[in-house]
């Protein structure tokens, strides 16, 4: 059974940095899509970064900038480094896997422009990590 558990949410001042962590356990995570999302009160989920199975990258556009995504197959981990944090940063914070979606598929379902986030794309989800960014 594979499990996600995120950490490291918290609360900061505009500016600040903070870095998530996703442990997964139960498979590796070499051969998956990974991703990382967030969802506001009120708003959508969306998608933010991902890392595919051939370590290929992609970010959302107001996001790329400040974020990055990368992994460590040895610690079997996902990890988010946010930089700049804003006030409309603020949400909760999700990471997701899937081993069914190739590089292609993988940065599509978590980072295409003006596409819904379909939390069907990935079989496996954390059960997230707030974050809270002060102005």
């Known amino acids: 059974q594979v499990q996600l558990v995120e950490s490291g949410g918290g609360s900061v001042q505009g500016g600040e940095s903070l870095r998530l962590s996703c442990a997964v356990s139960?498979?590796?995570?070499?051969?998956?899509?990974m991703g990382w999302f967030r969802q506001a009160p009120g708003k959508e989920r969306e998608g933010l970064a991902s890392?595919?199975?051939?370590?290929?990258?992609s970010y959302k556009d107001h996001v790329k900038d400040r974020f990055t995504i990368s992994k460590d197959n040895a610690k079997n981990t996902l990890y988010l480094e946010m930089n700049s944090l804003k006030a409309e940063d603020t949400a909760v914070y999700y990471c997701?896997?899937?081993?069914?979606?190739?590089?292609?598929?993988?940065?599509?379902?978590?980072?295409?422009?003006?596409?819904?986030?379909?939390?069907?794309?990935?079989?496996?989800w954390g059960q997230g990590t707030q974050v809270t960014v002060s102005s």
């Open positions: 890392i595919a199975s051939d370590d290929s990258t």
């Open positions: 139960g498979s590796t995570i070499n051969g998956f899509c």
């Open positions: 997701a896997a899937s081993d069914n979606l190739d590089p292609r598929l993988c940065a599509k379902a978590t980072t295409a422009p003006m596409r819904r986030v379909e939390e069907a794309d990935f079989e496996y």
